[in-house]
C-alpha cells in the first residue's frame, strides 16, 4: 500500500572523497507497506518505478531523514541511522519547493508512525529488562564502536572469552521466564556484540557470512554490524522465528528446540535458548 510518493533525485559521493553530486536522472521517493506491516522507504527513477534501487524496510527510532545543512540551496535531504555512519543522500525535484518540508515531515511521521512506535518501545523495554545491559558502553559512538581492540592476547584466553560472552549474552535472556518473545534486532544490536566481535578468531569465523569485499578486520565487520542491511536481515530473521513455523524454522538451521519449556516460549526466545544450549555443549566438550 502506497503511502507517499512525491519526486527527488539521488546525491550519489564521489568515490574517494565526502563530496556529494547530484545524479541528473529523474527520480522518486516512495514510502509504502506491505502484506506483513512492513514500511519501505523506496527511491529510484520515475521510468522504473518497480524497480527501486533503493528498498529500506524502516524501524521507529533507527532512522531519520534530515535536511542536509551542508547543502548550500536546502534541498538534500539524507536518511540518517544515528547508531550507524551510514547515510543516502537525496535531493528535492519538486519544483515548488515549499513541498520539501511537508515531504521530509511526512517520511519521519511514517517512519515513526504511533502503532509501530508502541510496539517497538515495548520491545526495547523488554528485551532491555530481560538483558540487564544498560551500561554507560553501550551509549558510545559509532566511530567508537569502530575504535580497534587492544593487543591480542592469548589465543586460548580469547577463545574461552568469547565463549563465555556467548553464553552470558544469551542466558541473561533465557533465564526470564516471563519472557515468552523476543525481537533479535535489541538481542543482536552493534553495541551487544561488539566486545564479541573484538575477540580473537572471531571475524575468521565471521568471514563466510558476509559480503566479499569485507576486510577481514573487526572494524570492517561492525561496519556490516551498523547497516541497514543487517537491521532488516535481523528483523526479518527474527518476524520468520516468531512465526507459526518458527520452530521448524529453528531445527533446519541444525538446532534443537526444547521440547520441556513453555507452550508460550516460541520463536526467537526458543532460537537463542537452542544456541545457548549448544555453545554450553561445546564448552563442556572442551573441557573433557
Avoid at 168 to 176: R, V
Wanted: a negative charge; charged letters at 25%; proline letters at 6%.
Amino acid at each position: 500500500m502506497s503511502l507517499i510518493t512525491f519526486k527527488a533525485g539521488k546525491l550519489r559521493r564521489v568515490p574517494g572523497t565526502k563530496i556529494l553530486r547530484a545524479d541528473p536522472a529523474k527520480g522518486f521517493i516512495s514510502m509504502s507497506r506491505d502484506a506483513d506491516g512492513l514500511t519501505h522507504f523506496q527511491w529510484g527513477k520515475r521510468d522504473e518505478m518497480d524497480a527501486p534501487e533503493d528498498d529500506i524496510v524502516v524501524f521507529p527510532s533507527e532512522c531519520n531523514f534530515e535536511r542536509v545543512e551542508e547543502c548550500q540551496n536546502g534541498r538534500g535531504f539524507a536518511l540518517k541511522y544515528p547508531s550507524s555512519t551510514l547515510s543516502l543522500f537525496y535531493w528535492m525535484q519538486d519544483v515548488d519547493a515549499s513541498n520539501d518540508h511537508t515531504n521530509a515531515s511526512r517520511i519521519n511521521s511514517l517512519i515513526h508512525g504511533q502503532d509501530f512506535q508502541e510496539s517497538a518501545q515495548s520491545d526495547v523495554a523488554t528485551v532491555s529488562d530481560a538483558m540487564d545491559m544498560d551500561t554507560a558502553g553501550q551509549n558510545e559512538n559509532a566511530n567508537q564502536e569502530q575504535l580497534p581492540a587492544s593487543g591480542p592476547q592469548d589465543a586460548h584466553m580469547d577463545e574461552a572469552s568469547a565463549s563465555e560472552t556467548v553464553r552470558n549474552l544469551l542466558n541473561n535472556i533465557s533465564s526470564q521466564r516471563s519472557l515468552s518473545t523476543v525481537d533479535l534486532a535489541d538481542v543482536l544490536k552493534p553495541s551487544n556484540v561488539r566486545e564479541l566481535v573484538h575477540q580473537e578468531g572471531v571475524v575468521d569465523q565471521l568471514m563466510p557470512f558476509l559480503p566479499p569485499d569485507t576486510p577481514a578486520t573487526p572494524e570492517a565487520v561492525m561496519e556490516v554490524l551498523n547497516s541497514p542491511q543487517y537491521a532488516q536481515a535481523v528483523r526479518s530473521l527474527s518476524q520468520t522465528l516468531n512465526s507459526p513455523n518458527g520452530l521448524e524454522v529453528i531445527s533446519a538451521l541444525g538446532l534443537s528446540p526444547d521440547e520441556s519449556s513453555s507452550p508460550n516460549e516460541v520463536g526467537a526466545l526458543q532460537f537463542l535458548k537452542a544456541i545457548a544450549r549448544q555453545v554450553k555443549e561445546n564448552k563442556d566438550r572442551e573441557q573433557q
